[in-house]
């Protein structure tokens, strides 16, 4: 059984995270923050102080947890120069910097989350500056840092082959937690009709951010090829799109014929994240590339149907609990087909989901960084 944080050994530390992934509108790596510090909440040995560089809400209060808010600059003048400057003032005793890079000029030690490297294997979705930068910062961080933490066996590879062996000797492996800041699941038949779904409608989701590596257009495509067979299928897109190059759905499923089946939501609020999956009756994830996918988690713990690429971390992690396919259009659609028809398959995908989303847990995963961040302090 897993020990409380309360009861965790090692010496009383001042913890310093940078918080800036609070801000705005989080999406993955800001609600892995959050999940962490609701746990770290429950921690009564450590001090923790979240920097940020405008005013958030924390998740969880906490008179462990501290928010200091350093106002002002370019974030990589920020993060290299206003951080670690604030942090040896406060006295901290190891950072943690979850997105991707650290302060590189700094004796205090540092532990350094790698999410993926999909700036070095998709080097086509990001301008020629910002793939460098991130590039180079995800190199240099990982040299500096005492440990790197990646959230697969897939990513630690590519930690390895990307940025050598020395800094995958040093990285751990810590798995997310399913939905630990989402709200509970609403009522099926609600949502449904809050989402305009009629009776007999069949509803497909794929929830994320919209890349160019998650393949979203063939899902489209294979909605499309369903209802050009007299199948009652949408397809919901609940996510902002941020593909490079562009990739303009609405455009592309007019052009299929099925505008009116397809909806954008964009940038969506917890609340009615949840109310999609309520809704749904299959979710899909076709990502060619994914450090971890954690949407695809979130689905199967709340008993949705779920398909995956057999790429990425998605196979590795998620084989168990959901349909594994290749990501291309007659897979999907194939897939799909199979899913909406068989009852005895959908509901054997609900089981194996939600047993799958079990092996998951964010107390797990935040003891674990909390072990790592003791010994990068000592």
Request: include cysteine; charged fraction near 25%; proline fraction near 6%.
């Amino acid at each position: 059984m897993t020990p409380p944080l309360s009861e965790l050994p090692g010496r009383p530390l001042r913890i310093g995270i940078d918080g800036r992934e609070l801000e705005g509108r989080p999406t993955g790596v800001g609600r892995y923050v959050r999940s962490l510090l609701r746990r770290f909440a429950t921690n009564d040995r450590h001090q923790f102080t979240v920097y940020t560089a405008t005013s958030v809400s924390l998740p969880s209060p906490s008179a462990r947890i501290e928010a200091r808010v350093l106002p002002g600059g370019h974030p990589t003048l920020w993060e290299q120069r206003t951080l670690p400057a604030a942090a040896r003032k406060d006295r901290i005793d190891v950072l943690l910097s979850p997105a991707y890079s650290c302060p590189l000029l700094t004796s205090i030690p540092r532990v350094t989350a790698i999410h993926d490297l999909s700036f070095f294997a998709r080097t086509e979705e990001f301008g020629f500056a910002h793939g460098l930068r991130r590039r180079l910062m995800a190199r240099w961080s990982a040299r500096v840092s005492r440990n790197v933490l990646a959230f697969s066996e897939f990513t630690k590879r590519e930690i390895r082959d990307r940025l050598g062996v020395s800094a995958s000797d040093r990285t751990r492996v810590v798995l997310h937690g399913p939905d630990d800041d989402l709200p509970e699941s609403p009522d099926r038949g609600e949502s449904r009709a809050a989402l305009g779904l009629a009776e007999g409608t069949e509803y497909v989701i794929t929830v994320g951010t919209v890349l160019t590596r998650r393949n979203v257009s063939i899902l489209v495509r294979a909605v499309a090829l369903l209802r050009s067979h007299g199948r009652a299928v949408r397809l919901g897109v609940v996510g902002e799109n941020r593909s490079r190059p562009f990739q303009d759905l609405a455009a592309l499923a007019r052009s299929l014929g099925c505008e009116a089946a397809i909806h954008l939501s964009g940038f969506v609020t917890d609340e009615e994240v949840v109310r999609h999956y309520a809704a749904a009756d299959v979710a899909v994830f076709l990502s060619e590339y994914e450090g971890f996918g954690l949407p695809a988690l979130e689905a199967m713990s709340r008993g949705v149907p779920t398909i995956v690429a057999d790429r990425g971390s998605l196979n590795e992690l998620f084989a168990p609990g959901g349909l594994v396919v290749e990501p291309n259009e007659a897979a999907v659609t194939s897939a799909l087909r199979s899913v909406l028809n068989d009852p005895e398959l959908s509901a054997d995908l609900r089981k194996r989901g939600t047993e799958r989303a079990g092996d998951f847990s964010w107390e797990r995963s935040a003891r674990q960084t909390l072990t790592i961040l003791e010994e990068a302090a000592s």
